[in-house]
């Protein structure tokens, strides 16, 4: 069937190729009607073409649809070959000056914070590198697609709208010519014809509902062929659609996940093709498996060929696109076209028919031809106006479509709102042409319908729906914004009449918003249910710019602003009627005033914290101070209707419920309210709500007598009862009160007090105080960075900010800060100028109550480090402007000083609970307020002037009778030696002195002199008593810091734990401070000048030391030795890749992989790591089986996952938590146990060799026999007997006593296995033969690794090893070199023998690797450790060291060879020196001998000098590491010459090793046996190829890993990754795009797409990568989200702060700042450090320990 159908299209292709396009367009041009010839023949060909099978064949149907059905439509509308036609309008054209390029999705874009008109103008990458903003402060993005670049477009930039390519195109442009001119007029009409006729084609395909017939097209053969296309929402998850798919269509989850990803590219695709009956069946189970919960996904049934028209339709879109890329001609017949009205009249264009049935379109249609409207209506300056109208027109609609649409805006037509209304002359055109302020305004209204009986919008109990509606209809807010965002520098009539009718229907829906979500105080029990508030203040904080720009736009022109003032007076008056009904007013009168007022109490009637239209009054108030209108126009303004009671009264109560909150009154209202007066306050609204709030009360005062405002605001507080009773206060000592009630009353009047300062003080808005935008930033960065230094990103935070997003901070930073730069962690920091503390304002409005106190005692700090006294007075203000002058009379009225005298009194008699402290330093705030007041009012007296307040004079009087109270002044005085108040001394001194300075300067512009005051003479005595008191509290103060550090050292251990990372540091600090803490006796080594020696029977002999460690569990002490309990190490081994020289390199079968030899590449190793933490072996275990127990349990109970692996074996050291999986004894040197003869007269190695020879022959012997004996088979036994010459005192008989205790001996077997089950990834099995080869191997590597760190660092190969690295080494080499006491002694025989062969032959083992693939530093190791299995049997007095020596020569040599063989630079570049030294001719010599041995095959190197160079520089790592490797092993200290770097380290290396300076005099003292070994390994096939160029080997030295080289400019790297498209879904984009740090491959992470199987799981790109990149581990770059990902395992990754940082020294973690980020170098190599040291698991340990979320992540999938 299948077969059938391939043969079929095979065949219609070739009919199809047949057609000649040329013949085609001439049959077009005679035609008399052309729309019938064209239908005719797209009826007949597209669906021969288009939809053929069950799935899609684009590039098949994309060259037959350019034959058969594009090609004739461009030669007739050329009129020639296109091939000539279409270049040749390209050249006619004139280039367009804009950019216009779309974005694509991750695609990077620039704006400029200088230059650009609002923050949606933007760059594409290429126009930005090439403009001016380059040099500016640009922000950078990544696109989520859609929308173009800006680039040439005059009225999106202030500044530099071209860049150097577009530039060009403007110089010749004639302004405004028509385009059309350019055509010839045949050719025009031609185009009209065309694109009429297919573009409407395209539209009504697109836009046709039957699924049977089609338009206008006859159908010429109807099949039975339909499809069944599931359609996209963003209702169904993709696992969902996945599930439902592989249900109702029968395909495999790959297919489903196939279908799944295109129905959610491209909004749908057919999931079945066959007849009807089929499809429909398949469309019924899609709809009953989807339609439970949600509505059912969308399936259609459809017949084949309206599938095909429709594919044809959109291909139409997409050519005419590019058609009119090549000329604007074109492009302006297309729109003309386009908007041409239809026979139907209004909306009947092919545009607004588009338009008009967006949502009913598919994902993928909706972007073709948005596509096509940006690169043609929005690119033709004058059709994007036409365009634009129509939008307009239709904005109602198109919106209400989309509020029913269940796509994503992005994807909706609505979406373009942002490409047309932030075009400064579009916006303004609509709003006088079309109304659009208005039509925006209403349409919002109108889709928020559900209103409380007031008419009030109502969120509570909101359906799903609703919601879902409400998330919407708030991007209306957003083309509000737009509109408004670039302000009118002309008003014409029209536009104020527009802009008004506008605002008229912006304070509709502010008045829908003013009293919304109100609140009653719930008393008795708790709330039931918490009340909806958020959708509330959503709506709040959505509008707070709008808001805020309305006011900006009415500050622009008086008229304006009048009306808007009256507009909003009289809504606000609405608002209030019925305010005062039904009530009568009560009266209130104190000190000889009384006012009227309403009875109302905040606490038991509804308030609410909307109130947008009196903050909008009160904004627009500001404006008229500000502006000056107020002055110049007092006739128009209605400042006498207004009525400051009616003005005051809800502010007042919505300040009044903040103050009740905090007092704890509104305990029982839950979180919600909480929440509403957090954000109430928060610099996402304040702006518009707290602060205007204040300007109302501001307002208020300013209008009306001090006294009554003093006593409403009593009232509202619920506190007129007590300051108008005389002797209140002292009813607490007597009777027996509530004390809560009392302390909520205390509250109450702090929180009313607090209001006060905040109504006198903040006077920094332009228009409230005489002060500039400037000043009011100025001193909102003061007072953050007073509480502490700040990051940039964090003060921005902290600022609010305009619809520009910028804050205005940059322009004032530098004058009221210092600029920190960051260190290797943490970020840059903003430290405050010593010079600004004098203004700060310890009650600044908005600090929260936490931030307040932080101030407080930070500020206080910095005034003791300056010796100055710690008052804390109120700062010198700026005036007020004239319309708020009268405010500050609130502070001399005589409510106010009742009110202080009050409090004051209530302090001195300190009786009981009727006052607090708080309270009283809030009086003395205020106190100190109306002093500076004073005291300015009077320096800048002017002759005309009266000064009008009279502060001190007031305070100076006592108080009225019958009360007779002392005057404030008195009272003071008083309390300034009242030992209760220690605390406010400094600050009432303040006060009494600059009352002294006042009189003074009174008394100086007056003219009587005056003496002295008694208040200074009080001061100097109390001054001294003062001093006295001070000591003594030092004192105290001393001995209680002392008990506090004893009880620290005792929380210590606790302290640890809750400071993982601090202790992590100090640890590290420790190391290299304390080495040798550990064993501790062996810190000062004895030998001192002698020649140090580390190896053979010259070794120097290092006196044995007693080593004592302590166990960190049980905290006893104890002896390393053989016989006593095993101590041991936590230990965690991984496998790595760190070293790897071939990353592609995997290990087919881990179980029957032989690593006897490492292969040179290092392709894949075990390390071990530890803490350097020590225990018992004992008390580990019973450490882990606790640990064990405890997460079996929590994961039967919490479905939890911990950090680590507990079935794995994983745990964390309990003392610092680092990640273990293992434990390694500590032991002690294990060379001395067995070395037991040590006699002169050793065999030279020829000697050695031969008997050791002979050894391995006798052993092969009698394993044979062993079999044969076994296997019964007798015969001939004795005969190999015979054959069987037993070398002089080889016992192969003897078994060696192992010397270990039972303990360490375990423990032996237990870090053996781990590191083979782990090494290898398979089933620990202690009796496996690999396990001692795994052992020596991780030794082998540990040292290389170590080694390496060392070199590229540039540090000494001894001496700069932290401790826990050195006690790491040595217990692992000991423990690799005394595992083969637990091993099978056969096995290891076995292996010594196999790798000996490696290097001297044997007929046993032919099958060993060549030495070009063999590392021999992993020989070397497994060669010594493996030795004494054999050594132990022969008793002739060869010493052990003597065999160390003669393996470590032998390997040594082959090393030689090896580097000589491979060493591929003849001409390294360096100079030569002529020198021929020694050595020089000494390696030419060897090399001629090479050359010879290998049939002068080998390269002809002539240089001695560049040989030996080589030569060193290639041995140099193994002889480090050789170095290492023996120093662990036999203790023997390093000569202190290679303790530093030097000079001569090759030198002293050589001798440390026991081998001459000239390595090649090796070869000369054993030439006998080693031309024959030479030979040998020449002539191996392997070494042949090699030099015949037929296989690579590796060459030396090897160079070290690093991790990739990345770009300073991080753009750079996004750049790369919006290219990137995902490797399995054809040209995708990938959405995660992610580079591996490592190898630099780019992944496509995060995705359904690149999922693969691991292991029987699926598992994200990254985590598969890890496999063949890394072993398991993985670092990684998430490009878009900046940020860097460690992985390890399946289950464990954390992110890590990007090496990238912006100019303020921070990093920028998910773009969202965008600021310009560029590489730390420093950073990224502490990246590659973790890395290199193999941390990057026990970094991904302590992320997780520290914050549990990461654990749950899902990191396989990424
Ligand atoms: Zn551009
Ligand atoms: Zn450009
Ligand atoms: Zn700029
Ligand atoms: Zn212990
Ligand atoms: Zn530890
Ligand atoms: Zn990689
Ligand atoms: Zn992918």
Redesign the pocket.
């Known amino acids: 069937m299948a077969a059938d159908l391939e043969a079929e299209v095979q065949a219609i292709d070739k009919s199809l190729l047949e057609c000649s396009a040329e013949e085609i367009a001439v049959k077009w041009l005679q035609a008399n009607d052309l729309q019938k010839e064209v239908y005719q023949h797209l009826a007949y060909y597209v669906p021969k073409i288009y939809c053929r099978g069950p799935n899609p064949a684009p590039q098949r149907e994309d060259m037959l649809a350019q034959h058969v059905l594009l090609g004739p439509m461009e030669w007739y509308l050329c009129g020639e070959d296109p091939a000539f036609g279409f270049p040749k309008l390209e050249q006619a054209n004139k280039p367009s000056h804009l950019c216009g390029r779309v974005f694509k999705v991750g695609e990077p874009t620039y704006s400029?914070?200088?230059?650009?008109v609002d923050p949606t103008c933007v760059l594409c990458m290429e126009c930005f590198l090439g403009?001016?903003?380059r040099?500016?402060?640009?922000r950078m993005t990544t696109s989520g697609g859609g929308g173009f670049c800006d680039c040439g477009d005059t009225e999106a930039?202030?500044?530099?709208p071209y860049c150097q390519k577009h530039e060009l195109n403007t110089s010749e442009t004639a302004e405004e010519e028509d385009p059309l001119v350019q055509l010839p007029e045949d050719m025009v009409a031609r185009a009209y014809n065309i694109f009429a006729i297919t573009f409407k084609y395209a539209v009504d395909i697109l836009t046709w509902e039957k699924e049977n017939e089609l338009p206008g097209l006859e159908m010429i053969e109807k099949s039975d062929t339909y499809y069944c296309m599931l359609f996209n929402d963003e209702v169904h998850t993709y696992e969902q659609v996945i599930y439902t798919l592989q249900k109702a269509v029968n395909c495999t989850q790959k297919e489903a996940i196939g279908f799944a990803t295109t129905v959610d590219r491209d909004g749908r695709r057919s999931v079945r093709y066959g007849d009807f009956q089929y499809c429909d069946q398949a469309k019924s189970v899609i709809v009953r498996n989807t339609s439970r919960q949600t509505k059912p996904l969308k399936v259609q049934v459809m017949h084949s060929s309206i599938v095909a028209h429709q594919s044809f339709g959109l291909k139409l879109l997409t050519w005419l696109g590019s058609v009119i890329g090549y000329s604007d001609g074109l492009r302006r017949i297309l729109c003309q076209v386009g908007l041409q009205e239809g026979p139907e009249g209004e909306n009947s264009s092919l545009v607004d028919k588009l338009m008009l049935y967006d949502s009913k379109l598919w994902k993928g249609a909706r972007n073709v031809y948005h596509q096509l409207f940006m690169s043609s209506l929005l690119m033709d300056l004058k059709y994007k106006k036409l365009f634009a109208i129509r939008f307009a027109r239709n904005y109602e609609r198109l919106q209400s479509d989309f509020m029913k649409d269940d796509h994503d805006r992005e994807f909706s037509i609505a979406d373009l709102s942002i490409q047309i209304f932030t075009v400064p002359s579009l916006a303004r055109m609509l709003i006088t042409e079309e109304n659009l302020m208005t039509t925006i305004i209403k349409t919002f209204m109108d889709h928020l319908r559900h209103r409380d009986i007031q008419g009030r919008f109502q969120f509570e109990r909101y359906t799903a729906l609703q919601a879902f509606k409400f998330r919407r209809v708030q991007s209306l807010i957003l083309d509000l914004k737009y509109v408004l965002i670039s302000k009118p520098t002309e008003w014409s009539d029209d536009l104020r009449h527009k802009f008004l009718e506008g605002f008229d229907a912006f304070l509709e829906l502010l008045k829908c918003m003013q009293g919304m979500d109100p609140i009653t105080r719930q008393v008795g029990q708790h709330i039931e249910m918490e009340p909806e508030w958020e959708a509330a203040f959503t709506l709040q904080m959505k509008l707070t710019l709008v808001i805020s720009m309305m006011q900006d736009w009415c500050a622009l022109d008086e008229k304006v602003l009048i009306e808007a003032y009256k507009k909003c007076l009289t809504v606000l008056m609405q608002c209030h009627s019925g305010f005062t009904d039904g009530e009568q007013p009560i009266v209130l009168s104190m000190c000889g005033h009384s006012v009227e007022t309403i009875r109302y109490c905040v606490s038991q009637e509804k308030v609410s914290i909307h109130l947008p239209v009196s903050r909008l009054l009160a904004g627009l108030h500001v404006l008229l101070s500000k502006t000056e209108v107020a002055y110049k126009f007092p006739e128009l303004l209605p400042l006498s209707e207004l009525s400051p009671p009616m003005l005051i009264e809800h502010p007042l109560r919505c300040l009044v419920l903040c103050a009740q909150v905090h007092a704890g009154m509104w305990r029982r209202n839950g979180f919600s309210l909480v929440n509403q007066i957090y954000y109430y306050h928060n610099v996402k609204c304040r702006r518009e709500m707290f602060d205007k709030d204040i300007i109302m009360l501001q307002t208020g005062v300013s209008m009306m007598d001090p006294n009554h405002f003093l006593m409403i605001m009593l009232s509202r507080f619920e506190l007129y009862q007590i300051f108008s009773t005389p002797d209140y206060g002292k009813r607490f000592s007597t009777e027996n009160t509530n004390k809560d009630v009392v302390q909520q009353n205390n509250t109450l009047i702090e929180e009313m007090l607090y209001l006060i300062i905040m109504i006198v003080g903040e006077r920094f808005s332009p228009g409230i105080g005489q002060v500039n935008a400037t000043d009011e930033i100025k001193r909102e960065i003061i007072h953050q960075l007073s509480i502490r230094p700040m990051a940039h990103s964090e003060l921005v935070k902290a600022l609010p900010e305009d619809e520009n997003r910028e804050t205005g901070m940059e322009s004032v930073i530098e004058e009221v800060a210092c600029f920190k730069k960051p260190g290797l962690t943490g970020r840059g920091l903003y430290e405050l100028k010593p010079e600004c503390a004098r203004n700060f304002n310890l009650y600044f409005y908005h600090f929260s109550r936490a931030e307040q106190s932080k101030a407080e005692e930070a500020q206080r700090k910095l005034k003791r480090q300056n010796r100055e006294d710690t008052a804390l007075p109120p700062p010198a203000l700026p005036p007020f402007c004239p319309l708020f002058a009268s405010l500050i009379n609130i502070l001399q009225s005589d409510v106010m000083l009742c009110i202080m005298g009050t409090i004051l009194q209530w302090a001195v008699e300190h009786n009981g609970y009727a006052w607090s402290e708080s309270m009283l330093q809030r009086v003395l705030h205020l106190l100190g307020m109306a002093l500076q007041e004073e005291k300015q009012h009077l320096e800048n007296l002017s002759e005309e002037n009266v000064v009008t307040f009279t502060f001190t004079q007031k305070i100076s009087k006592p108080g009225d009778a019958p009360s007779n109270s002392p005057s404030i002044l008195a009272m003071l005085e008083t309390l300034q030696n009242a030992p209760h108040l220690e605390v406010h001394k400094d600050m009432i001194r303040w006060i009494l002195k600059t009352f002294n300075t006042i009189k003074k300067l009174r008394e100086s512009s007056s003219t009587s002199p005056v003496a002295e005051t008694e208040g200074t003479i009080m001061e100097e005595s109390s001054r001294d008593k003062d001093k006295a008191e001070r000591k003594r509290k030092a004192e105290i103060a001393r001995l209680r810091r002392e008990k506090i550090m004893a009880q620290m050292s005792e929380m210590q251990r606790h302290f640890i734990n809750e400071n993982k990372e601090l202790f992590q540091q100090t640890l590290e600090e420790l190391d290299t401070s304390t080495s040798g803490v550990l064993f501790f006796e062996c810190s000062s080594p004895v030998i001192s000048d002698a020649k140090l020696t580390a190896l053979g029977p010259e070794q120097t002999r290092v006196a044995e030391h007693r080593q004592v460690v302590m166990c960190i569990l049980c905290q006893e002490e104890q002896e390393v030795k053989v016989d006593s309990r095993a101590m041991v190490l936590a230990a965690f081994i991984q496998r790595s890749t760190v070293l790897s020289k071939n990353r592609n390199k995997i290990i087919p079968d881990p179980e029957k992989y032989d690593p006897l030899f490492m292969h040179p590449d290092l392709s894949c190793g075990t390390h071990t790591g530890s803490c350097g933490h020590i225990m018992h072996a004992h008390c580990w275990q019973r450490y882990f089986d606790a640990v064990q127990a405890k997460e079996q349990r929590r994961q039967q109970r919490l479905r939890v996952h911990t950090s680590y692996d507990v079935e794995n074996g994983e745990f964390l050291c309990p003392l610092c938590e680092c990640l273990s999986n293992t434990v390694i004894p500590l032991l002690p040197p294990p060379r001395v146990l067995f070395n037991r003869l040590d006699i002169a007269g050793q065999p030279n190695l020829a000697q050695w060799i031969k008997t050791t020879s002979q050894q391995i022959k006798a052993l092969y012997l009698l394993r044979d026999e062993d079999c044969a004996s076994k296997s019964e088979e007798i015969s001939g036994n004795s005969e190999k007997m015979d054959q069987l010459q037993l070398p002089e005192g080889f016992r192969p008989d003897f078994k060696p006593k192992n010397p270990y205790s039972e303990s360490i001996k375990e423990m032996l077997t237990t870090f053996g296995t781990a590191t083979y089950k782990v090494g290898l990834k398979v089933h620990p099995n202690e009796e496996d033969p690999r396990v001692p080869i795994m052992c020596w191997g991780s030794c082998a590597y540990t040292i290389q690794t170590i080694e390496r760190i060392l070199a590229d660092e540039d540090k000494p190969l001894f001496g700069h090893l932290p401790c826990r690295q050195d006690d790491c080494l040595t217990s692992l080499t000991r423990f690799a070199a005394a595992h083969w006491t637990v091993s099978s002694l056969s096995a290891v025989q076995g292996h010594f023998c196999t790798l000996l062969a490696s290097l001297v032959p044997n007929e046993k083992n032919g099958d060993v690797p060549c030495i070009l693939d063999i590392d021999m530093f992993h020989l070397l190791v497994s060669l010594v450790l493996s030795f004494p299995a054999i050594h132990c049997q022969d008793f002739s007095g060869v010493s052990l060291g003597t065999g160390d020596l003669h393996l470590f020569h032998l390997v040594t040599m082959a090393h030689i060879i090896q580097i000589l063989l491979t060493s591929s630079t003849e001409d390294n570049g360096m100079d030569q020196e002529d020198t021929n030294s020694e050595e020089e001719v000494a390696v030419l010599t060897l090399y001629k001998f090479l050359c010879q041995c290998t049939g002068s095959a080998l390269k002809e190197i002539s240089s001695g000098w560049h040989l030996w160079r080589n030569l060193k520089a290639g041995i140099m790592p193994f002889l480090r590491c050789s170095a290492l490797f023996f120093h662990y092993l036999n203790g023997v200290p390093a000569p202190s010459e290679i303790q530093v770097n030097g000079t001569n380290q090759f030198e002293h290396l050589c001798s440390y090793l026991s081998l001459p300076n000239n390595l090649t005099c090796l070869f000369q003292e054993n030439s006998e046996i080693l031309n024959t070994l030479i030979e040998s390994w020449c002539s191996n096939n392997e070494v042949k190829r090699y030099l015949e160029g037929k296989r690579d080997a590796i060459s030396y030295a090897r160079e070290s890993n690093k991790l990739i080289d990345l770009p300073d400019d991080y753009s750079c790297l996004i750049n790369q990754a919006s290219n990137f498209s995902c490797p399995k879904s054809g040209g995708d984009k990938s959405r995660a795009p992610t580079l591996c740090l490592v190898c630099g491959t780019m992944l496509c992470s995060q995705s359904y797409c690149c999922q693969t199987e691991l292991e029987g799981e699926d598992v994200g790109a990254c985590t598969a990568h890890t496999y063949t990149c890394g072993s398991g581990v993985g670092i990684f770059l998430r490009v878009r989200e900046c940020q860097v990902l460690f992985l390890a395992g399946k289950t464990k990754g954390c992110f890590y702060p990007p090496p990238y940082l912006d100019d303020y020294g921070e990093t920028d973690q998910g773009l969202r700042r965008g600021n310009p980020l560029h590489l730390c170098k420093e950073r990224f190599k502490k990246i590659q450090k973790l890395w290199q040291q193999h941390s990057i698991t026990e970094e991904i340990g302590h992320a997780q320990e520290a914050n549990q979320t990461l654990v749950g992540i899902d990191w396989q999938h990424l």
Do not use: L, M, Q, V
């Open positions: 400029c914070r200088d230059c650009a403009s001016i903003h040099e500016h402060r640009y930039w202030k500044e530099g």
